[in-house]
């Protein structure tokens, strides 16, 4: 069964930085996109970022472009979301997902797999 789970969340000021990770466990083979995604209270899901198996397909959502990073080991089945210059409209909760094949996507429906999530709260 595969799992994800998401760490490294908490409360920021504005400014701050935060570095969020995401270890799947559970499958065994093949290679797959990661995904960061958050929701904020009142809101609907909306897609953070992307990455392919081998980093070389990256895409950002407009507004985060510049300050966040996502990377991955692969050795570690290990996502990561590295956030800096952290705002107030940040604040919502991240959950990373996995995609069945190596496509990147911002649609939440290219991923079959998810974590629970991570809040992120920022102060301003």
């Known amino acids: 069964q595969v799992q994800l789970a998401e760490s490294g969340g908490g409360l920021v000021q504005a400014g701050g930085s935060l570095r969020l990770s995401c270890v799947v466990s559970?499958?065994?083979?093949?290679?797959?996109?990661m995904g960061w995604f958050r929701q904020a209270p009142g809101k609907e899901r909306e897609f953070v970022a992307t990455i392919s198996w081998s980093a070389a397909w990256i895409f950002y959502q407009d507004s985060v472009k510049g300050r966040f990073t996502i990377s991955r080991d692969n050795a570690k089945n290990t996502v990561y979301l590295q956030m800096n210059s952290l705002k107030p409209e940040d604040t919502a909760v991240y959950s990373c997902?996995?995609?069945?094949?190596?496509?990147?996507?911002?649609?939440?429906?290219?991923?079959?797999?998810w974590g629970q999530g991570t809040q992120v709260t920022v102060s301003s």
């Open positions: 997902a996995a995609a069945e094949t190596d496509s990147v996507s911002r649609y939440s429906t290219n991923y079959r797999y």
């Open positions: 559970g499958r065994t083979s093949s290679r797959y996109a």
